[in-house]
């Protein structure tokens, strides 16, 4: 039997020692990516409750204190385009229960889709979907999808509110 070459031996642990380290760091982002969505629909839970426990009743609106800049923005301006022309350039319901007339005890089911938004399923039959932007201490609402037709409501405003 001939010797191994030490540099084959090497080789061998090295290969091994990289495919364990590669394991390690996919498994570290798998529950990262877990524990972002985890923490993604505990705060639209977070939401949607505060809603319920205000009736709607919040000031600033609730959506509005879990937005992120560039959407409170967004919502800002169509307040401001309120005050100028005294008329709406809003969506005209709640975009939250997409509802004119809300049924805060309806039930509601809250998932992540494939693109990472957090989807919340009324029972009514709609399903409205939240875009967040999330560091380690909170998610903050970046933009929400209120139709089938993939309406972004940052966008809807900034274009309907000038």
């Known amino acids: 039997m001939k010797p191994i070459p030490l540099f ?9 020692t990289r495919v364990a380290i590669a394991d390690n760091v996919a498994t570290k982002q798998a ?18 409750q505060q809603d319920i426990d205000n009736e709607g009743q919040d000031y600033p609106v609730v959506l509005q204190q879990y937005a ?9 301006r169509e307040q401001d ?10 969506i005209g319901y709640d975009v939250l229960w997409d509802s004119q007339d809300p049924d805060y005890e309806q039930e509601k089911q809250f998932s992540v889709t494939e693109q990472g938004l957090v989807q919340v399923s009324l029972a009514q039959g709609s399903i409205v979907n939240y875009e967040l932007a999330c560091d380690d201490k909170e998610c903050l609402v970046h933009d929400m999808i209120v139709d089938k037709n993939g309406t972004s409501l940052k966008k809807y405003l900034n274009e309907a509110c000038q």
Do not use: H, P, W
């Open 8 to 16: 084959i031996v090497l080789l061998v642990l090295g290969l091994t």
């Open 31 to 48: 529950v990262s990516v877990a524990d972002s969505q985890t923490q993604k629909i505990a705060t639209i839970k977070k939401m949607y």
């Open 68 to 76: 992120s800049k560039d959407l409170q923005a967004a919502m800002q």
């Open 81 to 90: 385009y309120f005050k100028r022309e005294q008329t709406s350039c809003n």
